[in-house]
């Protein structure tokens, strides 16, 4: 199939037209019309090279939300027409425990990412949501729920489930005390969701200049890390703390804010941070963890739970020659809202 999108061809070039072909369609696969597409800061970083080489030219693009063009043969629970979505991940083994327990995230041969990675077949390279169209093999199509917004709900196959699924581990409910580090694109997702799942929620970050946004998302405040005075004070306040952000930081700073077997879950950083102390996790039976996306089950289980709710990400709409744009804001600061591409505009442009 023949298509259009938008490729880097280098970790220091900007995202330009790029025509390329699809896969032909195998008996299982699932071939999509993309509506909307999210722009994730992860995608920065893999255009970047920041995560290491990547197989130019590359199109990034892992919040997909469209609909059923055409269907493989096999195909049982989709058919044309139908609303549809794709997340981080197309393919893994299937037969490791982790996928037999509906982990795929975690698959022992390594899950196959939505982009830039090589097709468990035919060894090509995975290109993205930022074009036209895509072909996924069933099994990682999701349903878009009857009545939900298809174009606020690009971002949810990212951000929403990646913050979802450590709310989920950790028996998030009503009445846990959860603090959220960050309220860029995924911490204000974490804010939304933990609030309806009936947690105590609130913000850390450096001020209170987001303070009022951040009841507006359901929070009951903002906790400055700048101000020691109020983080003493803070000591043993909550239960779970959602580290979102994206650069390498201080956890000592946090962990004192945990109770006794309390968890910081990093969701934000890939990569290194500041060498932690060990004196609070000892003497508090504290965890510090880490939590990937989420497997297909749950990332339909977040869908489902954002339609029930009326759950959405903050969104600003694009068209797809504002991406270098959106790129450069990105790299300036994590964003309090997700970009999403209206796909609609790669026709105009």
Known sequence: MKTIGYAAHSADSELVPYHFER???RANDVAIEILYCGVCHSDLHTVNGDWGPQPYPLVPGHEIVGVVRSVGDDVKNYQVGDHVAVGCMVDSCQHCDQCQHGEEQYCREGMTATYG???RIDGNSTQ???SKHIVVREEFVLRIPDGMDMAKAAPILCAGITTFSPLRTWNVGEGTRVGVIG????????VKLAVAMGAEVTVISRSKSKE???KALGAKGILASSDEDELKASACAFDIIIDTAPVK???NVYTPLLDVDG???IVGQVGPLEEPLTIPLVMGRRRVAGSLIGGIAETQEVLDFCAKHDIYPECEMINIDQINDAFARLAKGDLAHRFVIDMESLDAA
Request: charge should be negative; hydrophobic fraction near 35%; proline fraction near 4%.
């Open 249 to 251: 930081h201080d956890l």
């Open 212 to 214: 009022k946004e951040a």
């Open 23 to 25: 896969r032909d369609l």
């Open 263 to 265: 968890s910081l879950v």
């Open 128 to 130: 993205g949501g930022y």
């Open 117 to 119: 990675s090589p097709d």
């Open 183 to 190: 309220l860029g694109g995924l911490g204000h997702m974490a």
